[in-house]
């Protein structure tokens, strides 16, 4: 049993086909939908991963939606908050270089990537009357079924932890990305 378990998850880890190599950038667009206060908030926009390796990638994500009150909401990068005090250009580049979290990547089949994340540094806009802007920890996992080698199609099954109240509000969204070589 030890061996079958063993060269299964040598096999999961190890497996390298349709992978992406370092300096590789995915971008996509996404539809998410949050459960929010016995609320669905649906949210809409882009998604970015860099990769570091072909098993390690930084994310960013942006989005905009409706509130429970049916007021624009956003999720944010906090660091783009950076524009209003930082006053060196090198300096502002350098935040907007600062990822949202990270991703592991798992290549299991071909056409078929598994991608836990964590991002630790989300910020939502407008989500709850007070406060106006709330930083946020999103997780969960992405799964990546992959057409071709650069395009991919990928549902997301998540959560967001707000913090300072701690609430857990879970998510679901599809997006499609293509991978830039």
Do not use: W
Not at 46 to 68: A, D, P, R, V, W
């Amino acid at each position: 049993m030890k061996f079958l378990i063993f060269s299964f998850i040598l096999f999961f880890f190890t497996f390298k086909m349709y992978s992406q190599e370092k300096g590789d950038f995915r971008m996509g667009m996404y539809a998410q939908v949050n459960s929010l206060q016995d609320r669905e908030t649906p949210m809409f926009g882009i998604t970015c991963e860099y990769f570091l390796s072909n098993k390690l990638s930084m994310n960013y994500k942006y989005g905009i939606g409706l509130n429970n009150q049916g007021t624009i909401t956003a999720h944010i990068n906090p660091s783009i908050l950076s524009i209003f005090f930082i006053q060196s250009g090198d300096a502002l580049i350098f935040s907007f270089m600062i990822p949202e979290g990270l991703s592991y990547h798992i290549y299991p089949k071909e056409n078929l990537e598994v991608a836990p994340y964590i991002n630790p540094l989300g910020s939502e806009i407008n989500m709850y009357e007070n406060p106006a802007i709330a930083l946020s920890c999103n997780f969960g996992m992405n799964i990546h079924i992959k057409p071709t080698k650069d395009l991919s199609i990928t549902p997301n099954l998540g959560a967001m932890i707000v913090y300072g109240n701690y609430e857990v509000v879970p998510n679901v969204g599809l997006s499609i990305n293509y991978n830039f070589h």
